[in-house]
């Protein structure tokens, strides 16, 4: 089922970028993961996780106005789509479906 | 832009990598968490992050991917090599200019890799080239070091089996050569001697008889194929015949060997076995002290170090344990050192060394030489190529705005220049034909080592070298025009004159200019040398001295049969002929400290002074016969006074040293003369008269030296029936010592031709070029009332300019190379002196002139109409 997965690291990325909310672009999402995970995560890395988000269509993209303490470069800020929402609850459903089913935990 | 602190080299690699849509955003983002890392942990670590974080972002989805497939390359190549040779077509006098100077440059160039690739030839088809060594020996007297050997003792192989388990050795003796008698026939032979071992591991191939025993017995020899060739018939066979070898004794051939391998050090028609030598010495003929551990300029040890054994077990016996051989090593021993196989030739320059010998200096300098010379002509390319930046810059503009990339522009500009630098290879190959053998005649020795044959190895390595001139010499104009932005090449010129790199190019032309002053200028240094060497004073006369050799003859009757002749006015007998770097040595006892001191000798007879004119200032010559029986007189020059402290002449005469135990008086005193060589400095010198000649000096009286020459062969025939006369004059014999500078000249001469006209021609095309676009400028002033004259001056100026700074820094340059290295070989010897300076500057200057006003003039002598009409 090609094209509608979600890996753990991109449902983590997609989660951080709704926290995030307005201000979501490259850095703001390394740091939030950074801090949350404990985990350093390169750029690089965060990138391909984003590409492959955007070509699913669970995220969408925009650049904003060129910023001085960047360069004159502008940013790109991301925005979880509707889609993407969508498939988050059903994977969060899942898990608590399941997690329901444990018999002694419960 | 990027931020100051941000590593730019790192900064460019990302550029290059990563995908223009993703570029903005991820350099946006490295360079804000740049900024906070700077702040939160330096600048240092702050980079080092950046850096990681870059190297992090190689991955697929950030990477450029490929626009092109393989096809659509190489339609690309083929379109691009199609404009290649239409651009090279169009502009005729640029390709001329070009071709030509690289073809020229190349064959130098060509020339120096069919060298090196003949001489890293040699000695490899040895199998254990890398474990064969030869020992080589240093002397060392009173802790002074001298001129290293390629000889070592005989008697120490068996020393160093016994001492070294596992190694093996093989023992060469040199000199092995003579008229021969084999088979009934004469011949001249030359050859080596060698023990049993010699066929162990030099793979050398026996054709007939066993490798572990033909070499063993005394007076046994083993001879090459085409020696048997030579003298035998087809179904003869050698085995067992007698060689005859004059004043070696009589061989019996025990074997057959295949002639040595062209690229081989060691060569030899004959091989006798070095036993022979321990006979010889058994019987008395030669003395026992040429095997010994203090005379050693004979034999050689070849030693074989297999992988199991160390070699600094070798080399630290040979710097130690080899002292003890000698009585008191503080004062005189030996240094033996290792000598790889493979860097015997070309290598080191020393002496005594056994068959070919190519020394490795003026190899590297050749090279040196040939390599600034491609480098000229690579700057004439770069040079013209840039020049045309005008015209070729709408072309590139048009192609970038029809969707070219960079990296296709690079393409194409390299691809053009490889092109070209293939198509002057083509012509530097027939000039390198053509000077092929010339080449092969100026270098020392060079015709027994060097084939330059054209193999096909040899063609590819030239088509690689061409390919690499070609990248080289395209890759500043590719670079330059894959830059140009469309928008600018497609705005006026004058925006793109700042552009081209004039800066660069003019320093390109003084580089070029810096060379040719050299060579010119060491033309004419050299030139002003060797007239200096042939016409110095050497302090004897030798103006109508005909030398022959004496070889067995009978002096006396010799003299009584040339003196018949009425051209012949004096003959005297001498053992060396001085002033061309022969002479014998003695050592003598200096009785003021008791320090034994080598002094140069020369045996002559008594008419020897009076012959060559050499001068007596005190004392009297010798008289015949008065040293037959025993030695008692000798005579000395001024500098053998000073250096024995015997004060003035009148007080030397009567002063007795001893002569091995005999004492032999000081009868007269002559005035200092050039005994050796221009390049020693005079000093002691011994005139003895013991009969041992080996040179008769002829005067002729007659003006008609040719004919006198004749007659003096027609009594040498009637005395000699043997032996041809071997005679030169005496000013031929000393030119022909000083040759090399001839053929140094020769070869400046050459090499400075080309230069200068390789830089000429790039000088030629830069006026031209620069001519073109200065066109209109030049109708201007015109109109505006210019004279002619006044034009010629202000477009000549500029380039007159670059060619004195490459004077002011040519000329130091080479008076330092001369000064420093070149004359100080000479002791006796010129200073380079404004005359030659001054010759030097004005034929450069003048060469200079002339390519620039033809130019210059032609241009200036334009009708401002015409140029002016259109716009």
């Given at each position: 089922?090609?094209?509608?997965?979600l890996?753990?690291?991109?449902?983590?990325?997609m989660?951080?970028?709704?926290?995030?909310?307005?201000?979501?672009?490259?850095?703001?999402?390394?740091?939030?993961?950074?801090?949350?995970m404990?985990?350093?995560?390169?750029?690089?890395?965060?990138?391909?996780?984003?590409?492959?988000?955007?070509?699913?269509?669970?995220?969408?993209?925009?650049y904003?106005?060129?910023?001085?303490?960047?360069g004159?470069?502008?940013k790109?800020y991301?925005?979880?789509?509707?889609r993407?929402?969508?498939?988050?609850?059903?994977?969060k459903?899942?898990?608590?479906?399941?997690?329901?089913?444990?018999?002694?935990?419960? | 832009?990027?931020?100051?602190?941000?590593?730019s080299?790192?900064?460019r690699?990302?550029?290059?990598?990563?995908?223009?849509?993703?570029?903005?955003e991820?350099?946006g983002?490295l360079?804000e968490?740049?900024?906070?890392n700077?702040?939160?942990?330096?600048r240092?670590?702050?980079?080092?992050?950046?850096?990681?974080?870059?190297?992090?972002m190689?991955r697929?989805?950030?990477l450029?991917?490929?626009?092109?497939?393989?096809?659509?390359?190489m339609?690309?190549?083929a379109?691009?090599?199609?404009?290649?040779?239409?651009?090279?077509?169009?502009?005729?006098?640029?390709?001329?200019?070009?071709?030509?100077?690289?073809?020229?440059?190349?064959?130098?160039?060509?020339?120096?890799?069919?060298?090196?690739t003949?001489?890293?030839?040699?000695?490899t088809?040895?199998?254990?080239k890398d474990?064969?060594?030869r020992?080589?020996?240093?002397p060392?007297?009173?802790?002074?070091?001298y001129?290293?050997?390629?000889?070592?003792?005989?008697?120490?192989?068996?020393?160093m089996m016994?001492?070294?388990?596992?190694?093996?050795?093989t023992?060469?003796?040199?000199?092995?050569?003579?008229?021969a008698?084999?088979?009934?026939?004469?011949?001249?032979?030359?050859?080596?001697?060698a023990?049993?071992?010699?066929?162990?591991?030099?793979?050398?191939?026996?054709?007939?008889?066993d490798p572990?025993?033909?070499?063993?017995?005394?007076?046994?020899?083993v001879?090459?194929?085409?020696?048997?060739?030579?003298?035998?018939?087809?179904?003869?066979s050698?085995?067992?015949?007698?060689?005859?070898?004059?004043?070696?004794?009589?061989?019996?051939?025990?074997?057959?060997?295949?002639?040595?391998?062209?690229?081989?050090?060691?060569?030899f028609e004959i091989i006798g076995?070095?036993?022979?030598?321990?006979?010889r010495?058994?019987?008395?003929?030669?003395?026992?002290?040429?095997?010994?551990?203090?005379?050693?300029n004979?034999?050689?040890?070849?030693?074989?170090?297999?992988?199991?054994v160390?070699?600094s077990s070798?080399?630290?016996?040979?710097?130690?344990?080899?002292?003890s051989?000698?009585?008191?090593?503080?004062?005189f021993?030996f240094?033996?050192?290792?000598?790889?196989m493979?860097?015997?030739?070309?290598?080191?320059?020393?002496?005594?060394?056994?068959?070919?010998?190519?020394?490795?200096?003026?190899v590297i300098?050749?090279?040196?030489?040939?390599?600034?010379i491609?480098?000229?002509a690579?700057?004439?390319?770069t040079?013209?190529?840039?020049?045309?930046?005008?015209?070729?810059?709408?072309?590139?503009?048009?192609r970038k705005?029809?969707?070219?990339?960079?990296?296709?522009?690079?393409?194409?500009?390299?691809?053009?220049?490889?092109?070209?630098?293939?198509?002057?290879?083509?012509?530097?190959?027939?000039?390198?034909?053509?000077?092929?053998p010339?080449?092969?005649?100026?270098?020392?020795?060079?015709?027994?080592?060097?084939?330059l044959?054209?193999?096909?190895?040899?063609?590819?390595?030239?088509?690689?070298?061409?390919?690499?001139?070609?990248?080289?010499?395209?890759?500043?104009?590719?670079l330059?025009?894959?830059?140009?932005?469309?928008?600018?090449?497609?705005?006026?010129?004058?925006?793109?004159?700042?552009?081209?790199?004039?800066n660069?190019?003019?320093g390109?032309?003084?580089a070029?200019?810096?060379?040719?002053i050299?060579?010119?200028?060491?033309i004419?240094?050299?030139?002003?040398?060797?007239?200096y060497?042939?016409t110095?004073?050497?302090?004897?006369?030798?103006?109508?001295?005909?030398?022959?050799s004496?070889?067995?003859?009978?002096?006396?009757?010799?003299?009584t049969e040339?003196?018949?002749?009425?051209?012949?006015?004096?003959?005297s007998?001498?053992?060396?002929?001085?002033?061309?770097g022969n002479?014998?040595?003695?050592?003598?006892?200096?009785?003021r400290?008791?320090?034994?001191?080598?002094?140069a000798?020369m045996?002559?007879?008594?008419?020897y002074l009076?012959?060559l004119k050499?001068?007596?200032?005190?004392?009297?010559?010798?008289?015949?016969?008065?040293?037959?029986?025993r030695?008692?007189?000798?005579?000395?020059n001024?500098?053998?006074?000073?250096?024995?402290?015997?004060?003035?002449?009148?007080?030397?005469?009567?002063?007795?040293?001893?002569f091995?135990?005999?004492?032999?008086q000081?009868?007269?005193?002559?005035?200092d003369?050039?005994?050796a060589?221009?390049e020693?400095?005079?000093?002691?010198f011994?005139?003895?008269?013991?009969?041992?000649?080996?040179?008769?000096?002829i005067?002729?009286?007659?003006?008609?030296?040719?004919?006198?020459?004749k007659?003096?062969?027609?009594?040498?025939?009637s005395?000699?029936?043997?032996?041809?006369m071997?005679?030169r004059?005496?000013?031929?014999?000393?030119?022909?010592?000083?040759?090399?500078l001839?053929?140094?000249?020769?070869?400046f001469?050459?090499?400075?031709?080309?230069?200068?006209?390789?830089?000429?021609?790039?000088?030629?095309?830069?006026?031209i070029?620069?001519?073109?676009i200065?066109?209109?400028e030049i109708?201007?002033?015109?109109t505006?009332?210019?004279?002619?004259?006044?034009?010629?001056?202000?477009?000549?100026?500029?380039?007159?300019?670059?060619?004195?700074?490459?004077?002011?820094i040519?000329?130091?340059?080479?008076?330092?190379?001369?000064?420093?290295?070149?004359?100080?070989?000479?002791?006796?010897?010129?200073?380079?002196?404004f005359?030659?300076?001054?010759?030097?500057?004005?034929?450069?200057l003048?060469?200079?002139?002339?390519?620039?006003?033809?130019?210059?003039?032609?241009a200036a002598?334009t009708?401002?109409?015409e140029?002016?009409?259109?716009?």
């Amino acid at each position: 089922m090609k094209g509608t997965h979600l890996g753990e690291f991109q449902e983590i990325v997609m989660l951080s970028i709704l926290i995030l909310d307005e201000n979501a672009y490259g850095v703001t999402i390394q740091e939030e993961i950074d801090q949350r995970m404990k985990r350093k995560i390169s750029r690089g890395a965060l990138q391909t996780a984003l590409t492959r988000l955007e070509e699913k269509g669970f995220i969408t993209s925009a650049y904003g106005e060129p910023t001085a303490e960047r360069g004159g470069r502008r940013k790109r800020y991301y925005q979880v789509s509707n889609r993407g929402i969508e498939t988050l609850k059903e994977a969060k459903d899942l898990r608590q479906d399941m997690w329901k089913l444990i018999p002694k935990l419960a | 832009m990027k931020h100051p602190e941000i590593p730019s080299f790192i900064y460019r690699i990302f550029q290059w990598f990563c995908k223009d849509a993703l570029f903005e955003e991820l350099e946006g983002d490295l360079e804000e968490k740049f900024l906070k890392n700077m702040e939160k942990h330096g600048r240092r670590k702050a980079r080092r992050l950046y850096t990681m974080e870059v190297l992090k972002m190689i991955r697929p989805t950030i990477l450029k991917r490929k626009t092109s497939g393989p096809t659509y390359q190489m339609a690309l190549l083929a379109s691009y090599t199609v404009l290649a040779l239409r651009n090279l077509k169009k502009h005729k006098l640029f390709s001329f200019i070009n071709i030509f100077s690289l073809s020229v440059a190349m064959s130098t160039g060509l020339l120096v890799i069919g060298m090196l690739t003949d001489l890293l030839k040699f000695d490899t088809f040895h199998q254990h080239k890398d474990e064969i060594y030869r020992v080589i020996s240093t002397p060392y007297h009173n802790s002074q070091q001298y001129k290293t050997q390629a000889t070592s003792p005989l008697l120490m192989g068996d020393e160093m089996m016994a001492q070294i388990p596992g190694i093996q050795i093989t023992q060469l003796g040199r000199r092995l050569l003579g008229e021969a008698k084999l088979n009934e026939k004469k011949v001249f032979v030359s050859g080596i001697y060698a023990d049993e071992n010699f066929f162990d591991f030099l793979d050398f191939r026996m054709l007939k008889g066993d490798p572990k025993k033909v070499l063993k017995d005394p007076f046994s020899i083993v001879i090459s194929q085409s020696l048997v060739d030579k003298v035998f018939d087809k179904n003869e066979s050698p085995i067992g015949k007698i060689l005859e070898l004059q004043g070696f004794g009589n061989y019996t051939i025990t074997g057959v060997v295949e002639d040595a391998p062209r690229h081989s050090h060691l060569q030899f028609e004959i091989i006798g076995s070095i036993s022979t030598v321990q006979a010889r010495i058994n019987q008395g003929l030669i003395p026992s002290s040429q095997i010994g551990w203090e005379d050693l300029n004979r034999f050689y040890n070849y030693i074989y170090i297999p992988g199991n054994v160390q070699k600094s077990s070798v080399v630290n016996w040979l710097r130690n344990s080899t002292l003890s051989y000698y009585k008191e090593p503080e004062k005189f021993h030996f240094k033996f050192e290792l000598q790889g196989m493979t860097k015997i030739l070309p290598g080191p320059n020393i002496s005594d060394s056994i068959g070919l010998k190519m020394i490795h200096l003026p190899v590297i300098i050749f090279s040196i030489i040939a390599t600034a010379i491609l480098l000229s002509a690579i700057f004439n390319y770069t040079n013209l190529s840039m020049a045309r930046a005008l015209r070729r810059a709408r072309e590139v503009g048009v192609r970038k705005l029809n969707g070219a990339s960079s990296s296709a522009i690079f393409l194409q500009f390299t691809l053009e220049a490889i092109i070209l630098s293939l198509l002057s290879l083509g012509l530097g190959i027939l000039l390198f034909i053509v000077l092929k053998p010339e080449f092969i005649s100026i270098v020392p020795r060079a015709n027994q080592i060097l084939s330059l044959d054209l193999t096909f190895d040899l063609i590819l390595s030239f088509i690689a070298f061409a390919i690499i001139t070609g990248l080289i010499a395209g890759l500043a104009p590719s670079l330059f025009f894959a830059r140009l932005s469309s928008l600018k090449s497609l705005r006026s010129s004058t925006a793109l004159k700042a552009l081209s790199k004039i800066n660069f190019r003019k320093g390109l032309i003084v580089a070029q200019f810096t060379l040719s002053i050299i060579f010119v200028l060491a033309i004419s240094i050299t030139r002003s040398l060797h007239g200096y060497l042939l016409t110095h004073e050497l302090g004897f006369e030798r103006d109508n001295i005909l030398n022959i050799s004496l070889m067995d003859n009978d002096p006396e009757l010799l003299e009584t049969e040339l003196l018949k002749l009425p051209e012949v006015s004096k003959v005297s007998f001498a053992s060396f002929i001085p002033g061309i770097g022969n002479w014998g040595s003695i050592q003598l006892v200096d009785s003021r400290n008791q320090d034994s001191v080598w002094v140069a000798t020369m045996n002559v007879d008594h008419k020897y002074l009076e012959n060559l004119k050499i001068e007596l200032i005190e004392g009297r010559n010798f008289v015949p016969n008065e040293n037959k029986n025993r030695e008692q007189s000798m005579i000395v020059n001024e500098t053998f006074l000073k250096n024995f402290g015997l004060g003035s002449p009148r007080e030397a005469l009567g002063v007795v040293f001893p002569f091995r135990g005999n004492p032999v008086q000081i009868i007269g005193v002559v005035k200092d003369f050039h005994f050796a060589n221009l390049e020693e400095k005079i000093r002691s010198f011994v005139f003895r008269n013991t009969g041992f000649y080996r040179v008769v000096n002829i005067k002729i009286a007659s003006a008609d030296l040719l004919e006198s020459y004749k007659k003096v062969e027609a009594v040498w025939d009637s005395v000699d029936e043997v032996n041809r006369m071997e005679g030169r004059f005496y000013d031929d014999e000393i030119e022909e010592y000083y040759q090399i500078l001839v053929d140094i000249m020769k070869m400046f001469g050459f090499i400075g031709f080309l230069a200068i006209s390789i830089s000429c021609l790039g000088l030629f095309g830069m006026t031209i070029y620069s001519m073109e676009i200065r066109l209109k400028e030049i109708g201007i002033r015109k109109t505006f009332g210019a004279s002619e004259k006044a034009l010629i001056v202000l477009l000549s100026k500029g380039f007159l300019k670059l060619v004195i700074w490459a004077i002011i820094i040519g000329v130091p340059i080479c008076y330092y190379i001369f000064d420093a290295f070149i004359l100080e070989q000479y002791y006796y010897r010129i200073d380079i002196t404004f005359f030659e300076i001054a010759t030097s500057i004005a034929f450069l200057l003048a060469i200079c002139m002339a390519t620039i006003v033809t130019q210059t003039w032609s241009a200036a002598r334009t009708n401002p109409s015409e140029v002016l009409r259109n716009e």
